[in-house]
Protein backbone atom coordinates (compact mmCIF):
# COMPACT_ATOMS: atom_id res chain seq x y z
CA UNK A 1 0.00 0.00 0.00
CA UNK A 2 1.11 3.44 -0.89
CA UNK A 3 1.63 5.62 2.24
CA UNK A 4 1.16 9.18 1.16
CA UNK A 5 3.58 11.32 3.08
CA UNK A 6 2.21 14.28 5.40
CA UNK A 7 2.05 17.47 3.08
CA UNK A 8 3.86 20.71 4.34
CA UNK A 9 1.55 24.13 4.46
CA UNK A 10 3.75 25.76 0.98
CA UNK A 11 4.88 28.81 2.01
CA UNK A 12 4.30 31.93 -0.26
CA UNK A 13 7.78 31.49 -1.33
CA UNK A 14 7.08 27.72 -2.59
CA UNK A 15 3.48 29.21 -4.25
CA UNK A 16 4.90 31.49 -6.33
CA UNK A 17 8.15 29.18 -7.05
CA UNK A 18 7.53 28.23 -10.81
CA UNK A 19 7.98 31.79 -11.10
CA UNK A 20 7.16 32.76 -14.40
CA UNK A 21 8.45 36.32 -15.36
CA UNK A 22 5.05 37.69 -14.93
CA UNK A 23 4.35 36.58 -11.83
CA UNK A 24 7.82 37.55 -10.67
CA UNK A 25 7.51 41.53 -12.16
CA UNK A 26 3.48 41.24 -10.61
CA UNK A 27 4.61 40.29 -7.42
CA UNK A 28 7.14 43.38 -7.28
CA UNK A 29 4.95 45.25 -8.54
CA UNK A 30 2.47 44.64 -5.75
CA UNK A 31 5.13 45.39 -3.52
CA UNK A 32 5.92 48.49 -5.43
CA UNK A 33 2.22 49.52 -5.09
CA UNK A 34 2.29 48.73 -1.43
CA UNK A 35 4.99 51.12 -0.84
CA UNK A 36 7.42 48.65 0.41
CA UNK A 37 10.26 47.53 0.58
CA UNK A 38 11.19 44.39 -0.90
CA UNK A 39 12.28 42.67 2.25
CA UNK A 40 8.48 43.29 3.01
CA UNK A 41 7.39 41.78 0.10
CA UNK A 42 5.71 38.73 1.96
CA UNK A 43 3.73 41.12 3.88
CA UNK A 44 3.26 43.57 1.25
CA UNK A 45 1.49 40.30 -0.88
CA UNK A 46 -0.68 39.85 2.29
CA UNK A 47 -1.74 43.20 3.05
CA UNK A 48 -2.18 45.04 -0.09
CA UNK A 49 -5.04 44.67 -2.06
CA UNK A 50 -3.65 43.78 -5.45
CA UNK A 51 -1.36 40.88 -3.19
CA UNK A 52 -5.12 39.59 -1.29
CA UNK A 53 -6.24 39.37 -4.59
CA UNK A 54 -3.58 37.00 -6.26
CA UNK A 55 -3.08 34.69 -3.38
CA UNK A 56 -7.00 34.43 -3.69
CA UNK A 57 -6.63 33.15 -7.07
CA UNK A 58 -3.68 30.86 -6.38
CA UNK A 59 -6.15 29.14 -3.82
CA UNK A 60 -8.96 28.80 -5.37
CA UNK A 61 -7.44 27.19 -8.33
CA UNK A 62 -6.44 24.41 -6.34
CA UNK A 63 -9.93 23.53 -5.11
CA UNK A 64 -11.56 22.55 -8.64
CA UNK A 65 -14.88 22.12 -8.24
CA UNK A 66 -15.60 24.06 -5.34
CA UNK A 67 -17.78 27.62 -5.44
CA UNK A 68 -17.76 30.02 -2.96
CA UNK A 69 -20.58 32.19 -2.17
CA UNK A 70 -21.56 34.68 0.21
CA UNK A 71 -23.68 37.94 0.30
CA UNK A 72 -26.42 37.65 -2.00
CA UNK A 73 -25.28 34.75 -4.33
CA UNK A 74 -25.89 32.93 -1.23
CA UNK A 75 -29.16 34.52 -0.34
CA UNK A 76 -29.88 33.10 -3.57
CA UNK A 77 -28.83 29.55 -3.26
CA UNK A 78 -32.25 28.84 -1.66
CA UNK A 79 -32.50 27.26 2.11
CA UNK A 80 -31.22 24.08 2.23
CA UNK A 81 -28.01 25.24 3.51
CA UNK A 82 -29.02 25.67 6.99
CA UNK A 83 -30.33 22.48 7.51
CA UNK A 84 -26.83 21.31 6.00
CA UNK A 85 -24.83 24.02 8.19
CA UNK A 86 -26.40 22.61 11.51
CA UNK A 87 -25.83 18.96 10.51
CA UNK A 88 -22.13 19.59 9.69
CA UNK A 89 -21.86 21.69 13.12
CA UNK A 90 -23.66 19.12 15.09
CA UNK A 91 -21.28 16.36 13.99
CA UNK A 92 -18.34 18.40 15.31
CA UNK A 93 -17.45 17.89 18.94
CA UNK A 94 -15.79 21.14 19.37
CA UNK A 95 -18.31 23.27 17.38
CA UNK A 96 -21.12 25.00 18.37
CA UNK A 97 -24.24 23.79 16.34
CA UNK A 98 -26.05 26.59 14.25
CA UNK A 99 -29.49 26.60 13.37
CA UNK A 100 -30.92 28.90 10.95
CA UNK A 101 -31.73 31.11 13.59
CA UNK A 102 -27.96 31.80 14.32
CA UNK A 103 -27.40 32.04 10.72
CA UNK A 104 -29.70 33.91 8.89
CA UNK A 105 -28.95 37.55 10.06
CA UNK A 106 -25.45 37.08 9.53
CA UNK A 107 -25.43 35.90 6.12
CA UNK A 108 -28.09 38.72 5.44
CA UNK A 109 -25.17 40.93 5.93
CA UNK A 110 -22.70 39.04 4.22
CA UNK A 111 -20.76 37.54 7.36
CA UNK A 112 -21.34 33.97 6.49
CA UNK A 113 -19.34 32.13 3.09
CA UNK A 114 -20.04 28.57 1.95
CA UNK A 115 -17.77 26.34 -0.27
CA UNK A 116 -20.25 24.34 -2.41
CA UNK A 117 -18.86 21.06 -4.06
CA UNK A 118 -20.75 21.81 -7.68
CA UNK A 119 -19.57 17.96 -8.39
CA UNK A 120 -22.18 16.65 -5.77
CA UNK A 121 -24.92 18.60 -6.50
CA UNK A 122 -24.19 21.51 -5.21
CA UNK A 123 -23.18 19.77 -1.27
CA UNK A 124 -21.82 22.36 1.08
CA UNK A 125 -18.67 21.42 2.15
CA UNK A 126 -16.81 23.92 3.92
CA UNK A 127 -18.13 26.81 6.39
CA UNK A 128 -16.86 30.01 7.65
CA UNK A 129 -18.83 33.19 9.61
CA UNK A 130 -17.24 35.81 11.22
CA UNK A 131 -19.68 36.56 14.40
CA UNK A 132 -20.09 39.50 15.90
CA UNK A 133 -18.50 39.77 18.82
CA UNK A 134 -18.29 43.33 20.89
CA UNK A 135 -17.82 47.21 20.27
CA UNK A 136 -14.63 48.58 21.77
CA UNK A 137 -14.43 51.33 23.97
CA UNK A 138 -14.27 53.92 20.69
CA UNK A 139 -17.55 51.70 19.76
CA UNK A 140 -16.15 49.95 17.20
CA UNK A 141 -17.52 46.83 16.58
CA UNK A 142 -15.17 43.08 16.74
CA UNK A 143 -15.97 40.46 14.77
CA UNK A 144 -14.77 36.93 15.85
CA UNK A 145 -13.99 34.18 13.31
CA UNK A 146 -16.29 30.97 13.64
CA UNK A 147 -18.08 28.01 12.67
CA UNK A 148 -14.80 27.20 10.33
CA UNK A 149 -15.34 23.58 9.10
CA UNK A 150 -14.48 21.42 6.02
CA UNK A 151 -16.35 18.16 6.17
CA UNK A 152 -14.00 15.18 6.58
CA UNK A 153 -13.76 13.96 3.23
CA UNK A 154 -12.77 17.23 1.86
CA UNK A 155 -10.64 18.18 4.38
CA UNK A 156 -6.86 18.97 3.77
CA UNK A 157 -5.18 15.71 5.57
CA UNK A 158 -8.29 13.46 3.98
CA UNK A 159 -6.36 10.52 2.03
CA UNK A 160 -8.60 10.55 -0.96
CA UNK A 161 -9.77 12.52 -4.23
CA UNK A 162 -11.86 15.41 -1.95
CA UNK A 163 -9.01 16.26 -0.18
CA UNK A 164 -8.37 20.01 -0.98
CA UNK A 165 -7.11 23.30 0.70
CA UNK A 166 -10.45 24.62 0.96
CA UNK A 167 -10.06 25.68 4.53
CA UNK A 168 -7.41 27.92 3.03
CA UNK A 169 -9.59 29.21 0.32
CA UNK A 170 -12.26 30.14 2.54
CA UNK A 171 -10.14 31.92 5.43
CA UNK A 172 -8.15 33.93 2.62
CA UNK A 173 -11.90 35.04 0.80
CA UNK A 174 -13.53 35.77 5.12
CA UNK A 175 -9.93 37.75 5.54
CA UNK A 176 -9.83 39.56 2.37
CA UNK A 177 -13.93 40.52 1.97
CA UNK A 178 -13.83 42.52 5.44
CA UNK A 179 -10.28 43.58 5.94
CA UNK A 180 -11.87 46.87 7.22
CA UNK A 181 -13.54 45.16 10.04
CA UNK A 182 -11.45 44.05 13.44
CA UNK A 183 -11.07 40.85 13.79
CA UNK A 184 -10.36 37.75 16.10
CA UNK A 185 -10.27 33.93 15.88
CA UNK A 186 -9.48 32.48 19.28
CA UNK A 187 -9.11 28.48 18.81
CA UNK A 188 -7.38 25.36 20.92
CA UNK A 189 -7.52 23.87 17.80
CA UNK A 190 -3.72 23.19 16.07
CA UNK A 191 -5.05 22.51 12.46
CA UNK A 192 -7.15 26.16 12.84
CA UNK A 193 -4.11 27.99 14.33
CA UNK A 194 -1.39 26.81 11.14
CA UNK A 195 -4.50 27.96 9.11
CA UNK A 196 -4.12 31.12 10.92
CA UNK A 197 -0.63 31.57 9.95
CA UNK A 198 -0.40 30.32 6.93
CA UNK A 199 -3.04 33.31 6.12
CA UNK A 200 -0.69 36.12 8.13
CA UNK A 201 -2.66 35.95 11.07
CA UNK A 202 -0.62 37.45 14.05
CA UNK A 203 -1.07 35.75 17.61
CA UNK A 204 -1.07 38.17 20.39
CA UNK A 205 -1.87 37.60 24.21
CA UNK A 206 -5.70 38.02 25.28
CA UNK A 207 -4.56 41.13 27.04
CA UNK A 208 -3.78 43.16 24.54
CA UNK A 209 -7.48 42.95 23.48
CA UNK A 210 -9.48 46.40 24.49
CA UNK A 211 -11.07 45.09 27.61
CA UNK A 212 -14.85 45.30 26.48
CA UNK A 213 -13.81 42.57 23.61
CA UNK A 214 -11.75 40.38 25.78
CA UNK A 215 -14.53 39.47 28.39
CA UNK A 216 -17.05 38.87 25.44
CA UNK A 217 -14.71 36.44 23.88
CA UNK A 218 -13.86 34.57 27.08
CA UNK A 219 -17.19 32.78 27.56
CA UNK A 220 -16.06 29.59 27.76
CA UNK A 221 -17.30 27.28 30.56
CA UNK A 222 -15.64 26.44 33.55
CA UNK A 223 -15.10 22.87 32.63
CA UNK A 224 -12.32 24.29 29.85
CA UNK A 225 -10.93 26.65 31.83
CA UNK A 226 -11.01 25.53 35.30
CA UNK A 227 -12.03 28.57 37.00
CA UNK A 228 -15.39 30.54 37.23
CA UNK A 229 -13.55 33.79 36.73
CA UNK A 230 -12.48 33.73 33.61
CA UNK A 231 -9.85 36.61 34.16
CA UNK A 232 -8.54 33.36 35.61
CA UNK A 233 -8.36 31.20 32.96
CA UNK A 234 -6.27 28.33 32.48
CA UNK A 235 -5.64 28.02 28.63
CA UNK A 236 -5.67 31.83 27.77
CA UNK A 237 -2.52 31.62 25.99
CA UNK A 238 -1.56 28.75 26.48
CA UNK A 239 -3.85 26.08 24.85
CA UNK A 240 -6.40 28.51 23.78
CA UNK A 241 -4.62 31.17 21.27
CA UNK A 242 -5.81 34.38 19.93
CA UNK A 243 -4.79 35.45 16.69
CA UNK A 244 -5.78 38.33 14.88
CA UNK A 245 -5.27 39.46 10.98
CA UNK A 246 -2.38 41.85 10.30
CA UNK A 247 -4.97 44.76 9.78
CA UNK A 248 -6.40 44.47 12.67
CA UNK A 249 -3.13 44.20 14.53
CA UNK A 250 -1.42 47.31 12.63
CA UNK A 251 -4.84 49.06 14.10
CA UNK A 252 -4.45 47.83 17.42
CA UNK A 253 -1.21 49.68 17.19
CA UNK A 254 1.03 46.58 16.27
CA UNK A 255 1.04 44.83 19.90
CA UNK A 256 3.40 42.66 20.54
CA UNK A 257 3.42 39.27 18.42
CA UNK A 258 3.93 35.66 20.71
CA UNK A 259 5.13 32.84 18.74
CA UNK A 260 2.87 30.74 17.24
CA UNK A 261 3.43 26.96 18.15
C1 LIG B 1 -9.99 23.26 11.04
C2 LIG B 1 -10.27 22.64 9.68
C3 LIG B 1 -11.32 23.49 8.93
C4 LIG B 1 -8.96 22.66 8.85
O1 LIG B 1 -9.17 21.95 7.65
P1 LIG B 1 -7.96 21.63 6.62
O2 LIG B 1 -7.09 22.82 6.44
O3 LIG B 1 -8.56 21.04 5.41
O4 LIG B 1 -6.99 20.81 7.36
P2 LIG B 1 -6.82 19.40 7.98
O5 LIG B 1 -7.50 19.37 9.27
O6 LIG B 1 -7.06 18.31 7.01
O7 LIG B 1 -5.24 19.61 8.11
C5 LIG B 1 -4.39 18.52 8.34
C6 LIG B 1 -3.00 18.83 7.82
O8 LIG B 1 -3.03 19.01 6.42
C7 LIG B 1 -1.97 19.92 6.06
N1 LIG B 1 -2.54 21.08 5.39
C8 LIG B 1 -3.76 21.65 5.54
N2 LIG B 1 -3.91 22.65 4.65
C9 LIG B 1 -2.77 22.71 3.95
C10 LIG B 1 -2.31 23.52 2.88
N3 LIG B 1 -3.06 24.48 2.36
N4 LIG B 1 -1.09 23.28 2.38
C11 LIG B 1 -0.31 22.33 2.88
N5 LIG B 1 -0.68 21.54 3.90
C12 LIG B 1 -1.89 21.72 4.42
C13 LIG B 1 -1.28 20.35 7.31
O9 LIG B 1 -0.18 19.50 7.52
C14 LIG B 1 -2.36 20.07 8.33
O10 LIG B 1 -1.79 19.84 9.58
P3 LIG B 1 -1.40 21.11 10.50
O11 LIG B 1 -2.59 21.95 10.63
O12 LIG B 1 -0.99 20.50 11.79
O13 LIG B 1 -0.28 21.84 9.83
C15 LIG B 1 -10.75 21.18 9.81
O14 LIG B 1 -9.76 20.46 10.49
C16 LIG B 1 -12.08 21.04 10.54
O15 LIG B 1 -13.15 21.25 9.96
N6 LIG B 1 -12.04 20.67 11.84
C17 LIG B 1 -13.27 20.46 12.64
C18 LIG B 1 -13.93 21.75 13.07
C19 LIG B 1 -12.98 22.60 13.90
O16 LIG B 1 -12.41 22.15 14.88
N7 LIG B 1 -12.84 23.87 13.46
C20 LIG B 1 -11.97 24.82 14.09
C21 LIG B 1 -12.66 25.54 15.16
S1 LIG B 1 -11.67 26.90 15.66
Known amino acids: MKIRA ?12 PKTKGLTVLTEMIGAA ?3 VPAGLKTAMRTSLAGELVLRALTERRTPGIKYVSGDALLA ?10 QITKAEPHLLTKTRLDLEPAAID ?3 TLAIDTGESDRVVGCIVLWELERDQ ?33 YRRVLHAHRTKNILGTTTNIHAI ?4 RHGMQMV ?15 CPISKTGTSNNAMCRIKDANC ?18 PYP
Request: charge should be positive; glycine fraction near 10%.
Open 6 to 17: KRKPPTLEVLLL
Open 34 to 36: AGV
Open 77 to 86: LGEDWYKQIE
Open 110 to 112: GRV
Open 138 to 170: NGHMWYELGTFVVVPDHRYGARGPKAMPIADAL
Open 194 to 197: HTGQ
Open 205 to 219: SFHALPSEVHLATCI
Open 241 to 258: RVRVPHATWTRMGSPTRL
